[in-house]
């Protein structure tokens, strides 16, 4: 049996407390061959409807049996919707500089700087990483003033970017 609402047809629940006693009844078949609308939200036997909608339903009866928890969608960590390398900053740079990028999907990310003759001269990532957003700080203590690519590939994205390190 589903129980739904008479007015809209939407999933609920009903809770009943009885001498310290609760009992739910929550559905959870979308399939339901035989339905029971909900004359109203008001009973006088003891019993009560949840609000509308699966997730409300449970929700409530967590709540109602002090069980129920919430999260703050702020503190949530976003993942990025696109793979992505930015500029470093500063550009120009002495001797440190920060390199943000994103990844949208889990994969070996590499993460490398090449000199001008496309010689690498430092593997800054070269791990398994999850979707995410990330900031790597390259120190160039040991090479000279120049010009200097930066190359992230994950899967079959590949960009390069230009830097320039001045003494």
Request: some cysteine; overall charge negative.
């Amino acid at each position: 049996v589903c129980f739904t609402d008479s007015a809209e047809g939407e999933t609920m629940g009903v809770h009943k407390e009885t001498n310290g006693t609760k009992t739910v009844f929550l559905t959870f078949d979308q399939l339901c061959l035989d339905t029971w609308a909900l004359p109203s939200y008001t009973t006088t036997d003891g019993y009560h409807w949840t609000e509308p909608n699966v997730h409300s339903v449970v929700g409530a009866s967590l709540n109602w049996f002090g069980l129920g928890t919430s999260v703050d969608d702020n503190n949530l960590p976003t993942i990025a919707a696109e793979y992505s390398l930015q500029q470093n900053y500063p550009n120009p740079f002495n001797p440190e500089t920060v390199i943000n990028y994103s990844i949208s999907q889990p994969g070996l990310v590499k993460l490398a700087v090449y000199n001008v003759l496309g010689q690498k001269v430092a593997e800054l990532v070269n791990e398994h990483q999850t979707a995410n957003s990330y900031k790597v700080t390259f120190d160039a203590n040991n090479l000279t003033s120049g010009v200097y690519f930066y190359n992230l590939e994950v899967g079959d994205y590949s960009k390069t970017m230009k830097m320039m390190l001045l003494r």
